[in-house]
């Protein structure tokens, strides 16, 4: 086998301003010898949408009810069973009016629907157009479902982090806990975990809708094959957003292939690498599922925050777990291990990829949002209603006023005919014991992986000792 350097490790650190960006996505490139960390500021050009119009098409002769042609209904996957547990919590009570106003305060906007038809009340402008597409994706549920989703009333927080802790509804003299709607969960806050406005394109930074990007990193796969890949551990993002990206810049000394001539510091494909680094950022970060998707083993280092999908994914299984609080040295035994071991690390990177790009394609994120409002639509005490402030939204009133890469995304994303198939059919709730076993499956993982670092470490120490003995 082919020896990729000494245990030393290298790091050459890049950076690429793009004028006319914004900063808060301002990038870096960051490589090393042993495992290689590379971060990358890359932008893709413009393209014509699909259909090759720029326009939406109108919904005049839209059909209001779904008729499915294939009454047959395939399994959901695994990941929806989350759904119930992030209900749970007001099955026994349902959810009233005043658990729904209750998140108000935090809340960008309220959203209803009633007979089909969407309404709006914006209460923040949020990053970006975070709210925006959020809305746009519910809208094209609408059109893909037509009057299947059912009546609600919801809050919605656009953010990166939950608003809402359970220790302050907590105690004898708690009120009852809001309900509200967000991209990811922590196991100390309230709220329900949704798809991010991702899945229908960030126009900010020129980031496409997942239906296209997840075909461009297929194909990007199938261009170089694992074991020709850089065998090297590849990391893009912004190290200014949280102190744990920071900490990634300093694993190895970045001078000593600068004196080389950086010979590493071409921009790569992010699909050319053996190993992928997840790591949040301020929050959750929306770039797990593109990592995922790129057949690399991915480095994933512990989070403190969920997606809706993320729960059901498996340390070895799926990805290779990194402590948060020995980066370097976990991600430097991750390469090292995959390096020696390339068939078992080329199955984890396929496997993870395998599920990204079959459990999480459009039609099966759209199953997820339709099976959540259904259920969450079950447990309303109320009858929805139309607020004074909120305004009517649909596809068309969405895209016309819109420019650009907003307009073509949109364009790009819009649910041109109801579908022919019905949602696929929830798996039921997990029992407690099954659940507390699967929990307990993915931390005995983590625990081996923590052994067999702990093991090699010991026998490097041995074998120094023997050598200065001598």
């Known amino acids: 086998m082919k020896k990729w350097g000494s245990p030393t490790v290298f790091l050459l650190f890049f950076l690429v301003l793009l004028f006319g960006a914004f900063f808060y996505w301002t990038e870096h490139t960051v490589m090393t010898s042993s495992p290689l960390f590379e971060t990358i500021f890359s932008g893709r050009g413009h393209k014509k949408s699909l259909n090759g119009s720029m326009e939406p098409s109108r919904a005049s002769n839209y059909p209001a009810i779904s008729k499915p042609n294939n009454l047959s209904s395939t399994a959901c996957p695994e990941y929806f069973r989350w759904i119930h547990e992030d209900l749970r919590m007001w099955k026994s009570t349902g959810i009233s009016r005043a658990m729904v106003e209750r998140a108000r305060d935090y809340a960008h906007f309220r959203l209803v629907i009633l007979k089909g038809r969407m309404y709006v009340e914006k209460y923040k402008k949020s990053f970006h157009t975070r709210d925006v597409f959020t809305i746009w994706g519910i809208s094209q549920l609408l059109r893909l479902y037509p009057g299947k989703v059912p009546d609600l009333e919801l ?6 982090r939950p608003v809402i802790l359970k220790k302050d509804y907590q105690g004898t003299n708690a009120t009852s806990s809001p309900s509200i709607f967000q991209y990811c969960g922590h196991e100390d806050a309230l709220g329900i975990v949704f798809p991010d406005w991702t899945f229908w394109g960030w126009a900010e930074t020129n980031v496409r809708p997942w239906k296209i990007l997840s075909r461009d990193l297929q194909e990007a796969n ?22 744990s990206r920071r900490q990634l810049m300093w694993c190895n000394d970045w001078r ?5 001539g950086y ?16 790591i949040e950022g301020r929050g959750w970060s929306v770039s797990d599922k593109y990592i995922l998707a790129c057949d690399s083993m991915t480095l994933f280092v512990k989070p403190e925050y969920y997606d809706f999908f993320i729960r ?16 370097c040295r976990d991600i430097k035994f991750a390469v090292e291990w995959g390096n020696s071991h390339t068939d078992k690390a080329q ?10 790009q079959e459990d999480l394609k459009m039609e099966r994120v759209y199953d997820y949002m339709f099976h959540l409002l259904t259920k969450y639509s079950e447990l309303l005490k109320f009858k929805p209603r139309i ?34 198939t019905l949602p696929c059919t929830m798996p039921p709730p997990y029992e407690s014991r099954t659940l507390e076993a699967f929990n307990e499956r993915k931390e005995n993982v983590i625990r081996q ?10 026998k490097i120490i041995i074998k120094k000792q023997q050598v200065l003995h001598f």
């Not at 809050?155 to 990166?160: A, G, I, L, T, Y």
């Not at 590849?234 to 200014?240: D, E, L, S, T, V």
């Not at 059901?312 to 980066?327: D, E, F, G, I, T």
Request: glycine fraction near 4%; aromatic fraction near 12%; hydrophobic fraction near 35%.
């Open 222 to 243: 199938k261009r170089t094959r694992w074991k020709d890949r850089v065998p090297y551990a590849y990391w893009r993002g912004n190290p200014n957003v949280a102190a």
């Open 263 to 278: 010979e590493h510091s071409k921009l790569e494909d992010q699909c050319t690498h053996r190993y992928k680094i997840y």
């Open 155 to 160: 809050m919605f927080w656009c953010e990166d």
């Open 312 to 327: 059901s994914m498996v340390p070895l299984q799926h990805y290779w777990p990194v402590s948060a609080r020995n980066k």
């Open 347 to 356: 199955a984890i990177g396929k496997a993870g990829s395998k599920f990204i």
């Open 449 to 458: 992986v923590e052994k067999w670092e702990k093991e090699i470490r010991e």
């Open 387 to 420: 607020p004074e402030g909120a305004a009517e939204v649909c596809s068309e009133s969405m895209a016309r006023p819109r420019r650009g890469l907003w307009k073509e995304f949109m364009a790009e994303t819009q649910v041109n005919f109801p579908s022919d």
């Open 256 to 260: 000593a292939e600068s004196e080389q």
